[in-house]
């Protein structure tokens, strides 16, 4: 209840006042959970360390991030994958509106900055992608192994993001980082095509794959929203442009596919998607943006490699997916790989 009390008494109409005030910590905020708010609002009462709050909030978001991947996964039998991603993004984008309304951020692109809209389109179709790329991987390997390739997609951004930012360099421990995370994505491609997973797993590789191509998505709408005219609308506006044109994209792509449109759901497949719709692309989004507005963002992000250790925890109880010694080095390298690439570089 504080939470929602503080998000909701928080003026989100104009989250970007003080976005050139220069805020180091806000610009190395690349590494998110399932969707970032990579400019947040700077409040006044901006925190400069972590708190209970925020580690309570952080665990809570993490953990739920490793979960939904095991839920998508477990609720595919029921629900075709791409199917399953646009009724989730559907109920999103009708929360997401319901939201902006409330706070008084306007749906229409009137009053945006030139070239914001466009930027938006872009986002949105790179975020349908990734969702694309997810929900399908998850037919052909495990919810652990893919959210290790997911989460390769701050690597991704550290490599693409300095050609339109150069304040966004590597510098010192972070080329380590990123090194690390890559013999990670490695190790985890060698053990899916070479090692256990592949006899557990006769596709696992092209899931693997689209888990990969997910992370770089990911990245790409990283670096659009960053890059752009779109990084001077509200976030939450943000969030809608992405949640809206998945919700326009993925049927198509669906029914493409040649997907079945079932709607007669067990109460568990609805209770998934209500759960991956309101918790998973709305509310915990939201308490991401809060945090980033309200805590430094370098300290907040290190918190994400928890993720893919709560889909591997998740994925390993729930639904029996084997762990391999290859798979357990892969996470450990991209999460010290994460830690040191969201290290702040020592002052000169």
């Not at 037919?139 to 690597?155: D, I, N």
């Not at 969030?239 to 919700?247: A, F, H, P």
């Not at 918190?303 to 996470?331: D, K, M, S």
């Amino acid at each position: 209840m504080g939470l929602c009390k503080r998000l909701c008494t928080h003026d989100w109409r104009d989250p970007w006042a003080a976005r050139d005030s220069g805020d180091s910590d806000s610009a190395q905020a690349t590494a998110r959970c399932d969707k970032p708010f990579d400019n947040p609002p700077m409040p006044s009462n901006r925190k400069t360390h972590i708190d209970a709050l925020a580690i309570a909030l952080l665990l809570a978001c993490c953990m739920f991030w490793g979960f939904q991947q095991v839920l998508v996964k477990a609720t595919v039998a029921e629900v075709a994958p791409v199917f399953q991603a646009f009724v989730r993004f559907a109920l999103a984008t009708v929360a997401v509106a319901a939201w902006c309304l409330w706070r008084g951020v306007g749906l229409s692109s009137a009053g945006e900055p030139a070239g914001a809209k466009r930027a938006g389109l872009l986002a949105g179709a790179l975020f349908a992608g990734e969702f694309a790329c997810i929900y399908l991987g998850l037919q052909y390997t495990t919810a652990s192994r893919l959210t290790v390739f997911l989460y390769a997609s701050p690597f991704w951004v550290a490599l693409l993001l300095p050609r339109f930012i150069p304040g966004e360099r590597l510098q010192g421990w972070q080329w380590l980082g990123l090194a690390a995370a890559f013999v990670g994505v490695g190790l985890a491609l060698g053990d899916g095509l070479l090692g256990h997973a592949s006899t557990a797993l006769p596709q696992g590789w092209l899931g693997d794959l689209l888990g990969l191509a997910a992370g770089l998505m990911w990245a790409l709408t990283t670096v659009v929203i960053r890059t752009t005219p779109l990084a001077r609308v509200a976030p939450a506006k943000q969030l809608l442009y992405q949640v809206g044109v998945s919700t326009a994209v993925l049927p198509v792509l669906s029914l493409g596919l040649g997907e079945a449109w079932v709607w007669q759901f067990s109460a568990f497949a609805w209770g998934s998607l209500l759960v991956q719709a309101l918790v998973g692309a709305f509310v915990s989004y939201l308490a991401w943006m809060w945090m980033l507005a309200h805590y430094p963002a370098t300290k907040i992000s290190v918190f994400v490699f928890l993720t893919p250790v709560f889909a591997l925890l998740f994925g390993a109880f729930w639904l029996g997916e084997p762990v391999t010694p290859g798979l357990v080095v892969a996470l450990v390298l991209v999460a010290a790989g994460i830690v040191l690439v969201n290290r702040r570089p020592a002052a000169a």
